[in-house]
Antibody, heavy 119, light 106 residues
């Protein structure tokens, strides 16, 4: 069955970077994309960007342009989200989700990764 | 950016009741509208896509309708497992955006 398993929680200091992994299984990685969504405490879900599993094409929400980098490793069917220049308001649960294309809902979700930014 | 607004923020209901949740966009999203359910400590789960198509495994008591900028999610007879937060999401244009959620509470 389709599974997306994310890396464990992280605690980072302001200004640092974090890299969250999303290991997939149960489907052909190259035929789907991965979207990343975050949820800060008490806030709505926020879409960060999308990456194609086929060719690595990306699209980022303008809010995160220049701070987020999405990558994939097709050999391990794993997607990565790196967020740089962390601030306290980046404290959130970060989710990966399988999508058909960049214009798709998230059909399957990872379990989420809590990233805490604190000095 | 398309802004999604859900109403009400919270709905107090009883098992067996019929409920309707609303989602409005500030411009047309055609039928590119999804609904998710989220329970405490869990990731969201896709319920409806294309405004009215149920995802795999979603019971028939949940139904979605609407197009353009006005959408609804109806639960015909609430079960205990339906008490959760529900989000709508448009995927018509980037950035994809979500509503602020409607919480169903007993």
């Amino acid at each position: 069955q389709v599974q997306l398993v994310q890396s464990g929680g992280e605690v980072k200091k302001p200004g640092a970077s974090v890299k969250v992994s999303c290991k997939t299984s149960g489907y052909i990685f190259a035929t789907y994309g991965i979207s990343w969504v975050r949820q800060a405490p008490g806030q709505r879900l926020e879409w960060m960007g999308w990456i194609s599993g086929h060719n690595g094409n990306t699209n980022y929400a303008q809010k995160f342009q220049g701070r987020v980098v999405l990558t994939t490793d097709t050999s391990t069917a794993t997607a990565y989200m790196e967020l740089r220049g962390l601030r306290s308001d980046d404290t959130a649960v970060y989710y990966c989700g399988r999508v058909g294309s960049g214009y798709d809902p998230l059909y399957r979700w990872g379990q989420g990764t809590l990233v805490t930014v604190s000095s | 950016e398309i802004v999604m607004t859900q109403s009400p923020a919270t709905l107090s209901v009883s098992p067996g009741q019929r409920v309707t949740l609303s989602c409005r966009a500030n411009q047309s999203v055609n039928s590119y509208l999804a609904w998710y359910q989220q329970k405490p400590g869990q990731a969201p789960r896709l319920l409806i896509y294309g405004a009215s198509t149920r995802a795999t495994g979603v019971p028939a008591r949940l139904s979605g309708s609407g197009s353009g900028a006005e959408f609804t999610l109806t639960i015909s007879s609430l079960q205990s497992e339906d008490f959760a937060v529900y989000y709508c999401q448009q995927y018509n244009s980037w950035p994809l955006t979500f509503g602020q959620g409607t919480k169903l509470e007993i």
